[in-house]
């Protein structure tokens, strides 16, 4: 039967990012958060918009350029974008120039302006200066030998307009100086100079309060800092390179000098100038960004890294080991006895450490195969992977080349295992490998045993401190197979077999889903009870959202735990409120992918690697796990899903208009107000140790 409904208005992913980084700016203002985490957050916004930049803006600004007005990126969508951007950041710089600095200044932690030095700190700044940074300044004034140099993406520049003549009587009078990236952003005083306080400097403000010095003989008019964003997403035609790696270490060159989508310059940059730099990296005037203070504010992390004040920091966290575990006995032994739940933070990482560990130093352990996706910079899992070469194991690492901005750092973790003879292999050609495998063969008796861990979050010690995941540990027959066969189609390409309990993007992941939400959809129809719970970080498959629109116009009732973009309409016809979106913004990035369907009293629940976008559906390797054990199901149930949509302090609620609003404590029936509940908090509380 047609729908009578008209073709739904989807929300806008883009203006769906940037409401996202709105909630995460809220918690610079959060009375409740040390203020140091709070100035971390700040921290977060910018390298946030920095990455949105970077991936998103590209065909915005080439519509802008373009004066394109038919196609769905066009001149309306970038002046949408542009002003959500706009008013972001200058939130962004009020919050750190009203609130977060000042209330700072008052627990003795100062960023020193030229202005604000004494004489000594000065004398000591200069010398700093003539010792540490002049010998690495080398200003280029432009005339027709010395055009407008390349700079690089995202790098802190000096513009300056100079009076006078040049040393051959020209009349040049711009000149470019490139901020060396070598140099520490923030410099801390001494505490001499700091009359027992911790008083930092800006590297900034140290080359600015210096800057004439550079121009000898030539009077500096004016100056400002300035900062280009370049678009930085890889784009690489795997069919038509002999060697990806190597493409790609040619593409990580070129990356830094893209083509321009973002300018940010001084608020008090002169007009003309601003002119002058938007000319040269040909960007329309929306695209400059005139900030009330430091350009990147993303450095100002170092500040929340070095100042010190245990009251002006998060009380450290230490995860527990999970409680499904038992101390001292083998991993091996007890995976074959039940399927052990892993959930991060709250539960260490490390027991995922301590199995690769036993795995390779176990003499009767014959192979490892792992995908490699993010990392981090913690060496330890490399390093036991290279110790089971050593000890004569197959190993066999898919690493994941083109994870975003992780190019590099996979691109060593691959020559290293190389190095030692591990078999590297680098995924399927035009698919990303985003699928969290590990899996053991181990010689027993006359048979081989299987043992397997996935997750929904990456082999990264330390995010896995700071991000919210859950992995298994299983030994689980069929579960095992299927990640055998799976690593067989990466490495071989041959044909992926029919799986037995995995589900497996780009194959059939997207179907099932599809399946899953019809068959809520007909029961509910029917007049059975229907019950769609989702966890995830992203919503932007249309395919999945029209199927979800349509469970909830038929009666199914849908709660969707959406961290980051959602383009689903709250307010389409006919949904009447069965479909409530919430986004939970706290001290943890939520991470973990959960999907629970319940029809008529039967429950189903996969963990998953993958959001519902179409990238993860459609051009990645991703892969989704049943949760059988009742007790398992029960638990995360409860941790990843009932807890959220009980929270009342850290969830934000998705409006019709896009907008999303923080859920407050209402009033019962007794006309009290409920107690305040955050998940995350009550989640650290549960496992602390």
């Known amino acids: 039967m047609r729908s009578t409904y008209p073709p739904l208005k989807l929300l806008n992913r883009d203006i769906s990012i940037l409401a996202f980084n709105e909630r995460v700016l809220s918690l610079a203002q959060n009375p409740d958060y040390p ?55 200058d939130k962004q710089y009020q919050i750190f120039n009203t609130e977060l600095m000042p209330a700072l200044a008052k627990k003795g932690v100062y960023l020193v302006s030229h202005g604000d030095r004494t004489a000594e700190q000065r004398k000591w700044v200069a010398k700093y200066f003539e010792t540490e940074v002049r010998p690495l300044l080398v200003p280029v004034a432009l005339d027709p030998s010395h055009p407008f140099p390349q700079v690089a993406n995202k790098s802190l520049n000096f513009i300056v307009l100079l009076g006078g003549k040049d040393a051959f009587g020209r009349d040049n009078n711009i000149a470019i100086v490139k901020v060396p990236r070598v140099l520490p952003r923030l410099i801390k005083l001494p505490k001499i100079l700091s009359d027992k306080q911790q008083k930092f400097v800006s590297l900034s403000s140290v080359i600015r309060a210096h800057l004439a010095s550079l ?47 973002r300018l940010e310059v001084s608020h008090g940059c002169d007009e003309k100038l601003a002119k002058f730099l938007l000319q040269q990296f040909d960007l ?9 203070g430091l350009v990147n504010l993303a450095r100002l992390m170092q500040l929340a890294d070095l100042a010190e004040g245990n009251d002006l920091k998060f009380k450290p966290f230490e995860p527990k080991r999970s409680e499904q575990l038992v101390s001292g006995q083998s991993f091996f032994t007890q995976l074959k006895q039940r399927d052990i739940l892993i959930h991060q933070p709250y539960e260490s990482f490390e027991s995922v450490i301590d199995f690769l560990r036993e795995a390779v130093y176990d003499p009767d352990v014959l192979s490892i195969q792992q995908t490699i996706y993010r990392t981090g910079s913690d060496p330890r899992m490399l390093k036991l992977l290279q110790e089971a070469v050593r000890r004569g194991k197959e190993v066999m690492a898919v690493v994941e080349l083109k994870a975003r901005f992780d190019e590099e750092a996979n691109i060593n973790w691959a020559e290293d295992l190389e190095s030692v003879g591990a078999q590297v292999v680098y995924g399927v050609v035009g698919l990303k490998t985003h699928a969290k495998m590990l899996l053991v063969m181990r010689r027993e008796g006359a048979r081989l045993q299987h043992y397997g861990h996935v997750s929904t979050g990456n082999y990264n010690p330390r995010t896995a401190r700071l991000y919210t995941d859950v992995s298994m540990l299983t030994a689980d027959v069929q579960i095992t197979r299927d990640m055998e066969y799976l690593f067989r189609h990466i490495a071989s390409q041959i044909q992926l077999p029919r799986m037995q309990k995995l589900l497996v993007a780009p194959f059939n992941l997207h179907r099932q889903m599809l399946t899953k939400i019809r068959s809520a959809e007909l029961a509910a129809k029917a007049g059975k009870p229907a019950r769609i719970i989702l966890k995830m970080n992203a919503l932007t498959d249309v395919a999945l959202v029209q199927a979800l629109v349509n469970a909830g116009r038929a009666g199914v009732e849908i709660d969707l735990i959406l961290r980051g973009a959602c383009i689903l309409p709250v307010d389409a016809p006919g949904l009447d409120g069965r479909i409530r979106v919430r986004s939970i913004i706290g001290r943890l990035l939520e991470h973990s992918r959960v999907f629970y369907f319940k029809v008529d009293e039967v429950e189903h629940m996969w963990l998953s690697s993958a959001d519902w976008m179409n990238r993860n559906m459609m051009r990645r390797v991703e892969i989704a796990w049943p949760i059988v054990d009742a007790e398992n199901r029960a638990r995360v ?21 896009g907008t999303y609003t923080l859920r407050p404590p209402v009033l019962t029936q007794s006309k009290a107000k409920e107690a305040e509940f955050s998940a995350q908090q009550q989640l650290l509380k549960k496992y602390e140790n």
């Open 215 to 261: 121009f000898t003989g030539r009077e500096v008019l004016n100056f400002s800092q300035f900062r280009v964003t370049r678009h930085s997403d890889l784009a690489v035609d795997e069919d038509d390179v002999k060697n990806l790696r190597t493409a790609l270490r040619q593409g990580l060159v070129q990356r830094n000098f893209g083509d321009a989508v």
């Open 35 to 89: 203020l140091l985490e709070r100035l971390r957050f700040l921290c977060i916004v910018s390298s946030n918009l920095d990455e949105f930049f970077e991936v998103r803006a590209a065909p915005h600004v080439d519509a802008m350029r373009e004066d394109e007005r038919k196609s769905d990126i066009n001149v309306q969508s970038y002046e949408a974008i542009s002003e959500a951007a706009h008013t972001l950041v």
């Open 637 to 657: 149930l409860l941790e990843c899903c009932q807890m959220y949509l009980d929270d009342n302090k850290d969830a934000w609620l998705l409006n019709a208009d």
């Open 284 to 292: 329309p005037k929306q695209s400059l960004y005139r900030v009330n």
